[in-house]
């Protein structure tokens, strides 16, 4: 197990128990306690974690994993979300792409589309996401717009009132949001206020809304709204939703896609 792998996993676990010792984690992990104690003291460095006599604890302030710890939890699912979402979108759409993991893999997706390999733009992409507009600015056939903000260390976002005044003088046809939680009755939803207000401002200048969700994200509810379920014109998900969400997110309005 590489490294990254070795940390992401750690911190996975630490976030779900919210403790962790030294023999447990090289158990779990199959390796030596002397490979988790330097993680251990690695990743304290990084104040990702606080150190303890014999373990770790969570740190205060890390409720939430940093995008390029969770990149690999539901991968293939994601990607194949991702094809389905960049399926939706046509030539020559201005598209808002929120930040997260599943809309970066939209955001690649869309840039293999032999479709959009040349036009004066092939797409217009409108993001918060700093990783995002990275990854598309080498294709000159994309015409890119940021939203400006205060980024957002856990998701490479831009937030703020700074990114209001660009999406307030924009309108788009299609915003693609990536949630941490999505519910037929509570709405989709954040972890982070400020990031749920940017989100929900780049739904109202869309002509449509699609959430890219794997099912593990349904049902659930997290603390900062975003948007109610009605206003949601598809859902994107997995193989593995269960019917009855399904129903419950169609009496909502809301098409679902399940790739």
């Avoid at 996993?9 to 128990?17: G, M, T």
């Avoid at 447990?24 to 002397?34: K, P, R, T």
């Avoid at 949630?179 to 869309?206: K, M």
Wanted: glycine share 6%; net charge negative; proline share 3%.
């Amino acid at each position: 197990m590489s490294r990254d792998a070795r940390w992401k996993a750690l911190l996975e676990l630490l976030v779900e128990r919210g403790r962790l010792d030294v023999e447990e984690a090289a158990a779990q992990l199959e390796v030596s306690a002397a490979t988790i104690r330097r993680d251990f003291d690695q990743l304290a460095e990084q104040q990702m974690l606080v150190r303890t006599r014999g373990g770790a604890v969570v740190h205060g302030v890390s409720y939430e994993l940093p995008l390029r710890y969770k990149t690999a939890r539901h991968a293939s699912e994601k990607q194949r979300i991702a094809k389905a979402v960049a399926d939706l979108i046509a030539p020559g759409e201005a598209v808002g792409l929120t930040g997260g993991t599943t809309t970066t893999e939209v955001a690649r997706a869309l840039a293999v589309r032999p479709d959009l390999a040349s036009g004066s733009p092939a797409l217009t992409v409108v993001t918060n996401a700093l990783n995002i507009a990275n990854e598309l600015a080498v294709r000159p056939q994309f015409k890119i717009v940021v939203t400006g903000g205060v980024a957002r260390p856990q998701s490479y976002e831009l937030i703020g009132p700074l990114a209001d005044g660009v999406l307030g003088q924009i309108t788009i046809d299609v915003a693609v949001l990536g949630v941490v939680a999505f519910d037929a009755t509570h709405g989709a939803a954040a972890h982070d206020e400020a990031e749920a207000a940017i989100n929900r401002l780049l739904c109202e200048r869309a002509e449509r809304v699609i959430v890219a969700a794997d099912s593990s994200k349904l049902g659930q509810r997290a603390f900062a709204r975003i948007c109610a379920a009605e206003s949601v014109d598809t859902l994107v998900t997995d193989a593995a939703v269960e019917p009855t969400m399904v129903r419950r997110f169609e009496e909502a309005g809301v098409a679902v896609v399940a790739v």
